[in-house]
């Protein structure tokens, strides 16, 4: 994190005196509404209304100028007009004001006018170091210190908050900003920070999540995100909001692909932006919100994050079908429901009717109104069984009434995540809520919002596990990389990939029919021709491949057919010779596995099903580097087609250790190479029979325009003799 970043951005959210430039003795307009709620809610530092027009406004002496303060305020908000802006800021650092906000709109969403404005923007912060949030931006609030700063309504139209607040939102919209706002505080969550980004001109959103991680008032924080502009940056933040276990809950606007120009690599189109997006948050375990409503709930269960919960669920219920319901959309979710074990079973039935199910969902029945002292025997059972995290417990509202105090007994006693489903108007909602039992009345909420949170619960190991291993791999010192050129046949790929510690059938290479016989002769047959060029890709396309060749005339034959095809194909491509290789054979399964550069995070790895129907199926997991095997490991077992790899109906079982160490490997040299190469995939890689190990059969890197060299020959890599 970067602490001098934090520290300027103190006097934007929590400022101790305020100068608000453009004063209004109108609380409806910009300059009149801060200064309103300023009043209002008793902010307890200095206000400094600036507007010739007026002597007072608000109770507070108006000043005619910047330049008449009595003090240095550490604000200055600008509620005028942006052909005013960059010279009041001027002269607001001519006084020593440190941090701005700018209302104004007409920047960089105005066309190119507004554009120019915000570069001389940009430009002046850069020179003054000044902290300037905006433009186009509605202004913050932190309700902990009253001090408000937005022109917003919103504050005055909901109940009003009278304990600390301890949840921050954070948007890139001051209208979602506000909405957010009502239907937090409408369920009763306190707030800390309101703040939203505007155009970002100088202050980036993931500056103000680093401000967040290491703001004592805030527990989670809740977000909105059109689009972010440093990963890198965003990445630490959250890590560091994961390590102190507040929740992050981001709504990412943009839910639907566009769709995309045909790229060379597979693995680009299956990388799309959105699918690294989800990714990565899962990685960095940040909680995606699915919609206002669901972000305020999420707001609600993170004051419930110390208890001891996760993905593995009981449910107690009333009604068998309600159990049901439950059990489905939390399955469906990502939770599990899992058969409780036999003794547990045999206690809950010593209580439960034999019409009454105990295996998991637990329906006590109504009976239960005949048996109060057993409800607390089934949650003490619940709370202690090692095969359960977190234990829902749905009922009608007077019953949950009269389950209420064994219910608070045990969670006192136990750390166990209990979370209540009312179905009617039960009047300890308040009780077990402030006791630390989240209480939802709507069945559809409380699973769309309970199973990301035990998720989230679930996955901080694992986040844990990756940032240290992150960090272990940024303090590794960086090794010079000799200069690629700019474009690279498969087998200067192959040798590349090879001196990292990749896997792969490199073979030889042939620069017409005959050599390619001779070739052959030297590995021995069978064998597979391919064409060898580094300006067609996908060589199946171009009649690049021919598989099986089993002598010399099928050799020969193969070779004029493919240099033709290939030259028919792309008349104005490099054609390198021919590519030699002995024919796989063994394989149990092919899967492609691929890094491209994420413009937001950075490298990112694919792994999916393999060959030729690689797009079709689309069955791949995605995750940022780096990573290390049993990374891949987890990231193989979540595919549909991991039966395939697992001995599915009688099949040999994969050599997953290899295929995972390959990948792995794939990933250490795409780090290496992060500063010259785009992309970099493997498909197929061909995993063979356990202990039989797995090998690349192709490759390919794409390396970056900028970095590139000038074309270089063929053999730069290549030693010609080399075997297979």
């Given at each position: 994190?970067?602490?001098?970043?934090?520290?300027?951005?103190?006097?934007?959210?929590?400022?101790?005196?305020?100068?608000?430039?453009?004063?209004?003795?109108?609380?409806?307009?910009?300059?009149?509404?801060?200064?309103?709620?300023?009043?209002?809610?008793?902010?307890?530092?200095?206000?400094?209304?600036?507007?010739?027009?007026?002597?007072?406004?608000?109770?507070?002496?108006?000043?005619?100028?910047?330049?008449?303060?009595?003090?240095?305020?550490?604000?200055?908000?600008?509620?005028?007009?942006?052909?005013?802006?960059?010279?009041?800021?001027?002269?607001?650092?001519?006084?020593?004001?440190?941090?701005?906000?700018?209302?104004?709109?007409?920047?960089?969403?105005?066309?190119?006018?507004?554009?120019?404005?915000?570069?001389?923007?940009?430009?002046?912060?850069?020179?003054?170091?000044?902290?300037?949030?905006?433009?186009?931006?509605?202004?913050?609030?932190?309700?902990?210190?009253?001090?408000?700063?937005?022109?917003?309504?919103?504050?005055?139209?909901?109940?009003?908050?009278?304990?600390?607040?301890?949840?921050?939102?954070?948007?890139?919209?001051?209208?979602?900003?506000?909405?957010?706002?009502?239907?937090?505080?409408?369920?009763?969550?306190?707030?800390?920070?309101?703040?939203?980004?505007?155009?970002?001109?100088?202050?980036?959103?993931?500056q103000y999540l680093e401000y967040l991680a290491?703001?004592?008032?805030?527990?989670?924080?809740?977000?909105?995100?059109?689009?972010?502009?440093?990963?890198?940056?965003?990445?630490?933040?959250?890590?560091?909001?994961?390590?102190?276990?507040?929740?992050?809950?981001?709504?990412?606007?943009?839910?639907?692909?566009?769709?995309?120009?045909?790229?060379?690599?597979?693995?680009?189109?299956?990388?799309?932006?959105?699918?690294?997006?989800?990714?990565?948050?899962?990685?960095?375990?940040?909680?995606?919100?699915?919609?206002?409503?669901?972000?305020?709930?999420?707001?609600?269960?993170?004051?419930?994050?110390?208890?001891?919960?996760?993905?593995?669920?009981?449910?107690?219920?009333?009604?068998?079908?309600?159990?049901?319901?439950?059990?489905?959309?939390?399955?469906?979710?990502?939770?599990?429901?899992?058969?409780?074990?036999?003794?547990?079973?045999?206690?809950?039935?010593?209580?439960?009717?034999?019409?009454?199910?105990?295996?998991?969902?637990?329906?006590?029945?109504?009976?239960?109104?005949?048996?109060?002292?057993?409800?607390?025997?089934?949650?003490?059972?619940?709370?202690?069984?090692?095969?359960?995290?977190?234990?829902?417990?749905?009922?009608?509202?007077?019953?949950?009434?009269?389950?209420?105090?064994?219910?608070?007994?045990?969670?006192?006693?136990?750390?166990?995540?209990?979370?209540?489903?009312?179905?009617?108007?039960?009047?300890?909602?308040?009780?077990?809520?402030?006791?630390?039992?989240?209480?939802?009345?709507?069945?559809?909420?409380?699973?769309?919002?309970?199973?990301?949170?035990?998720?989230?619960?679930?996955?901080?190991?694992?986040?844990?596990?990756?940032?240290?291993?992150?960090?272990?791999?940024?303090?590794?010192?960086?090794?010079?990389?000799?200069?690629?050129?700019?474009?690279?046949?498969?087998?200067?790929?192959?040798?590349?990939?090879?001196?990292?510690?990749?896997?792969?059938?490199?073979?030889?290479?042939?620069?017409?029919?005959?050599?390619?016989?001779a070739r052959a002769a030297q590995i021995g047959?069978?064998?597979?021709?391919?064409?060898?060029?580094?300006?067609?890709?996908?060589?199946?396309?171009?009649?690049?491949?021919?598989?099986?060749?089993?002598?010399?005339?099928?050799?020969?034959?193969?070779?004029?057919?493919?240099?033709?095809?290939?030259?028919?194909?792309?008349?104005?491509?490099?054609?390198?010779?021919?590519?030699?290789?002995?024919?796989?054979?063994?394989?149990?399964?092919?899967?492609?596995?691929?890094?491209?550069?994420?413009?937001?995070?950075?490298?990112?790895?694919?792994?999916?099903?393999?060959?030729?129907?690689?797009e079709l199926y689309r069955d791949v997991a995605?995750?940022?580097?780096?990573?290390?095997?049993?990374?891949?490991?987890?990231?193989?077992?979540?595919?549909?087609?991991?039966?395939?790899?697992?001995?599915?109906?009688?099949?040999?079982?994969?050599?997953?250790?290899?295929?995972?160490?390959?990948?792995?490997?794939?990933?250490?040299?795409?780090?290496?190479?992060?500063?010259?190469?785009?992309?970099?995939?493997?498909?197929?890689?061909?995993?063979?029979?356990?202990?039989?190990?797995?090998?690349?059969?192709?490759?390919?890197?794409?390396?970056?325009?900028?970095?590139?060299?000038?074309?270089?020959?063929?053999?730069?890599?290549?030693?010609?003799?080399?075997?297979?």
């Amino acid at each position: 994190m970067n602490a001098a970043s934090t520290h300027a951005l103190a006097p934007l959210l929590a400022p101790r005196s305020i100068a608000l430039i453009g004063a209004s003795s109108n609380p409806a307009r910009i300059g009149g509404m801060p200064l309103d709620l300023l009043q209002r809610f008793g902010y307890a530092g200095e206000v400094y209304p600036i507007n010739p027009k007026y002597a007072e406004v608000f109770g507070n002496r108006c000043y005619r100028d910047v330049e008449s303060l009595p003090a240095v305020p550490d604000l200055a908000v600008l509620a005028i007009a942006a052909d005013e802006v960059l010279s009041m800021l001027e002269r607001c650092h001519r006084c020593g004001i440190r941090a701005a906000i700018v209302y104004a709109a007409g920047f960089a969403e105005a066309g190119a006018a507004g554009a120019a404005l915000q570069r001389e923007l940009e430009a002046f912060v850069a020179r003054s170091g000044m902290a300037v949030a905006g433009p186009n931006c509605m202004g913050f609030a932190n309700l902990n210190l009253q001090a408000y700063t937005a022109f917003a309504s919103i504050f005055v139209n909901v109940p009003a908050q009278t304990e600390p607040g301890r949840v921050s939102i954070l948007t890139q919209s001051g209208n979602v900003c506000s909405a957010v706002f009502g239907l937090v505080r409408r369920r009763g969550v306190p707030v800390s920070h309101f703040i939203n980004t505007g155009n970002e001109a100088t202050l980036e959103y993931a500056q103000y999540l680093e401000y967040l991680a290491q703001d004592p008032g805030t527990d989670c924080v809740l977000g909105y995100v059109e689009q972010l502009r440093d990963g890198a940056r965003f990445i630490d933040a959250a890590l560091a909001l994961a390590a102190q276990r507040k929740p992050l809950v981001i709504y990412k606007a943009g839910e639907t692909e566009k769709g995309s120009e045909a790229v060379q690599s597979h693995t680009s189109a299956l990388a799309g932006d959105l699918a690294v997006y989800r990714a990565s948050f899962d990685q960095l375990n940040v909680i995606r919100g699915q919609d206002f409503a669901h972000m305020a709930d999420l707001g609600y269960l993170s004051g419930f994050r110390a208890r001891a919960g996760g993905r593995r669920v009981a449910i107690v219920t009333m009604s068998g079908a309600v159990g049901a319901i439950l059990a489905d959309k939390l399955t469906l979710a990502g939770l599990e429901v899992p058969t409780l074990p036999a003794e547990l079973q045999a206690l809950l039935r010593a209580g439960v009717p034999d019409y009454g199910m105990v295996s998991n969902p637990v329906d006590v029945t109504g009976n239960i109104v005949n048996s109060p002292g057993f409800v607390r025997t089934v949650f003490e059972a619940l709370a202690q069984c090692a095969d359960i995290d977190t234990v829902v417990v749905a009922a009608p509202g007077y019953l949950l009434d009269r389950m209420a105090d064994p219910l608070l007994e045990v969670c006192a006693q136990h750390p166990r995540l209990f979370v209540a489903l009312d179905t009617g108007e039960a009047q300890c909602r308040a009780r077990l809520s402030a006791a630390g039992v989240p209480v939802f009345d709507d069945l559809a909420r409380c699973t769309q919002a309970l199973a990301p949170f035990c998720l989230w619960l679930a996955r901080q190991q694992a986040t844990a596990e990756w940032a240290a291993l992150r960090q272990r791999q940024q303090a590794q010192p960086r090794v010079a990389v000799p200069a690629l050129p700019a474009r690279l046949n498969e087998f200067d790929t192959k040798q590349l990939l090879a001196g990292h510690g990749v896997p792969s059938l490199t073979g030889l290479v042939a620069h017409d029919a005959e050599g390619a016989v001779a070739r052959a002769a030297q590995i021995g047959y069978p064998v597979v021709l391919k064409i060898l060029s580094a300006d067609i890709a996908h060589k199946t396309e171009a009649g690049g491949v021919r598989l099986a060749l089993a002598d010399a005339a099928a050799v020969r034959s193969a070779a004029t057919q493919i240099l033709q095809s290939a030259r028919e194909y792309d008349p104005d491509a490099r054609i390198d010779g021919l590519l030699v290789q002995p024919m796989a054979t063994g394989g149990v399964a092919e899967l492609i596995a691929g890094v491209t550069h994420d413009p937001v995070f950075g490298p990112a790895l694919t792994v999916g099903l393999g060959g030729v129907l690689t797009e079709l199926y689309r069955d791949v997991a995605h995750r940022l580097l780096p990573v290390d095997a049993p990374m891949v490991r987890a990231m193989l077992q979540s595919l549909k087609a991991w039966p395939l790899l697992d001995g599915f109906r009688g099949r040999p079982v994969a050599d997953v250790d290899a295929a995972c160490a390959a990948i792995a490997a794939l990933g250490d040299a795409a780090w290496a190479l992060r500063d010259q190469v785009q992309d970099v995939e493997i498909n197929p890689l061909q995993v063979r029979a356990q202990g039989q190990g797995a090998d690349a059969l192709d490759a390919l890197v794409l390396v970056k325009p900028q970095a590139g060299q000038a074309l270089a020959p063929a053999a730069q890599f290549q030693p010609q003799e080399e075997t297979a």
